[in-house]
């Protein structure tokens, strides 16, 4: 029985899962990996595994055919699953598992870490001081401030709770839910627009709410706008971002994902002092790893009965 890692946490530890899944008796596939693979290599892979520990692939409904009859699961690595083909995984009876909710804190808290670093510029300061200046600039405080959180599931309620600890007032859209659990009002994405200082993106990403963020709603927005990211990048129109960061429409942005990851080096966010990057690693806390590793496998096993 042979199982496919291609999520890039497992394989950044490859002689810890490799040990790991031999002493369950089942024999680990170890491709070549650069972020996630696309369907052309998935396609290349499919029909030799009987079990997939994913990460972004791109697991189209041709890739999940061609893995049939042997594929018995997918078990993907994290909570989102927006590159999995859902509706075909389930139309041919292949399981897909994750760890929802695994992220709440990690993120939550990492979220609030970037919009500090972006309002108040810590990440310039610090290197303008290693350059040796000692800056004195002023900027917004959050105390009293609107927290417009875009997708409330379980990260987007642990950055609510953080934000309301800042002395925030918190409202959140969300499509599915028609109450918030903690109390939190809801409105639409319109109004949303039109009462946040930051806006916090922690949603999923769909082909309904592809570039969410656009010319269109970013120009709808308030004026001095601070937007963080720790979903997916695909939200924003990151070429509308910057037109609306050049001309001052945004205060300043926080983003832990992007449409091409890693950044390219040449792109036109690495020139903006006032948006803080990061590289996709909001969730990586050592205790929430440790968990999602566990689920993980734990997923995989139950499924191919080993």
Sequence with gaps: MKVLVSNIMMINERDRFDAALRARGVEPVWPEVDQFMDEAQCLSLAGSFDGWLAGDDKITEPVIQACLPRLKVISKWGTGIDSIDLAAAKALGVPVCNSPGAFRDAVSEYAIGLLLTASRRLALTDRTIRAGGWPKGRFPGMTGRTMGVIGYGAIGQGVGQRARGLGMTVVAHD????????????????????????????????????????????????????????????????????????????????????????????????????????????????????????????????????
């Design 175 to 306: 499509p599915y839910m028609t109450e918030a659990p903690d109390g939190t009002e809801l409105m639409s994405f319109e109004t949303l627009l039109e009462h946040a200082d930051v806006i916090c993106l922690c949603c999923n990403q769909t082909a309904e709410n592809y570039h969410l963020l656009n010319a269109d709603s970013l120009g709808r927005a308030r004026d001095g706008l601070i937007l963080v990211n720790v979903a997916r990048g695909g939200l924003i129109d990151e070429a509308a971002l910057i037109a609306a960061l050049e001309a001052g429409k945004i205060e300043a942005a926080a983003l832990d994902v992007f449409e091409a990851e890693p950044l390219p080096a040449d792109h036109p966010l690495r020139g903006f002092d006032n948006v803080v990057l990061s590289s996709h690693n909001a969730n990586s806390t050592v205790e929430a790893i440790e968990q999602v590793h566990a689920n993980t496998l734990e997923n995989l096993f139950k499924h191919l009965a080993v």
